[in-house]
């Protein structure tokens, strides 16, 4: 594995992975907060605020509902296929592991060795 986090063949896939990633997430926080909103709902006395909070409750169920079905549609979630989950979920652990060997902070964080030349190196320093 190439210890580099700044070599770009380390960005491979990153852009779809981040995005199934923030996607997860979102899922999460929504059901996060459809449950603390509906022990809220059982909390509260206030008739008004009752109906606030149930308000919010279908606008949080229906959000949870948007992204789960996106994720499904992008294949980055299978609820109903559990061998389809297991692989995502492989994939997953097998990326934080190689993330996590990585030297994240190196002391050295030049990259002027990897390139043979300066961008304006072809124009010469009195065009540039």
Known sequence: MNQDYLD??????MPELADMTFAMDLMMRAKEGVR???????ETASTELRSVLRKQLRQGIAMHQEVTELMMRKKWFHPHELQEQYKL????????????????????????GMFDREPDAKLGRSEA
């Not at 603390?36 to 059982?42: C, E, G, H």
């Not at 979920?89 to 002027?112: C, H, V, W, Y």
């Open 8 to 13: 770009p063949s380390n960005a491979r896939h």
């Open 36 to 42: 603390n909103m509906a022990i809220a709902l059982t």
């Open 89 to 112: 979920d492989q994939l997953a652990a097998k990326n934080t592991l190689m993330i996590s060997e990585m030297d994240l902070f190196p002391g050295d964080t030049s990259r002027k």
